[in-house]
C-alpha cells in the first residue's frame, strides 16, 4: 500500500504527481526543481540551484524522520552536461559515503527553464 509524502517546506507539485510516495520502507520522492517554497523563486546559477534541489528533497525527508544519509539511488537531470561539474561540487559536499547509487542525464529541457531537477529513492 502506498501512501502520500507532503511537506510545506518543499514546493508543491506542479502536475498530478506526488513530492514522494511511502512504500514499505522505500520512499520515492520526485524530481525537485530548485524552487524556494517560500518565495516561488529560482536562483540563477547552477550551484545554487543545485543545493536548492537538494534542501527541498531533505524537506521531503524529514516528513518520514529520514535524511539524505537514508537515499540509496539518486537521478539527476541537467540541462546541459556542461553543468556536471559544478553540480558534482555541490553534491559531494551534500552526500556523505557511502554515497548513493546515481545516473546523470543531459536532458533537452527541464520544467520552468531549470538547469537541474534531482530525485531520490531513501530507504527508511
Known amino acids: 500500500m502506498k501512501q502520500e509524502i507532503k511537506s510545506t517546506k518543499a514546493p508543491g507539485a506542479i502536475g498530478p504527481y506526488s513530492q514522494a510516495t ?3 520502507n522505500l520512499v520515492f520522492v520526485s524530481g525537485q526543481l530548485p524552487i524556494n517554497a517560500e518565495t516561488g ?4 546559477d547552477i550551484k545554487a540551484q543545485t543545493k536548492q534541489s537538494i534542501e527541498n528533497i531533505k524537506a521531503i525527508l524529514a516528513e518520514v524522520n529520514a535524511t539524505l544519509d537514508n537515499v540509496v ?4 537531470f541537467l540541462a546541459d552536461m556542461s553543468l ?3 553540480m558534482n561540487e555541490v553534491y559531494a559536499e551534500e552526500f556523505k559515503a557511502p554515497f548513493p547509487a546515481r545516473c546523470a542525464y543531459a536532458v533537452k529541457e527541464l520544467p520552468k527553464q531549470a538547469l537541474v531537477e534531482i530525485e531520490v529513492i531513501a530507504a527508511v
Open 22 to 24: 511511502l512504500v514499505g
Open 41 to 44: 523563486a529560482m536562483p540563477e
Open 73 to 76: 539511488k539518486t537521478t539527476v
Open 84 to 86: 556536471f561539474g559544478p
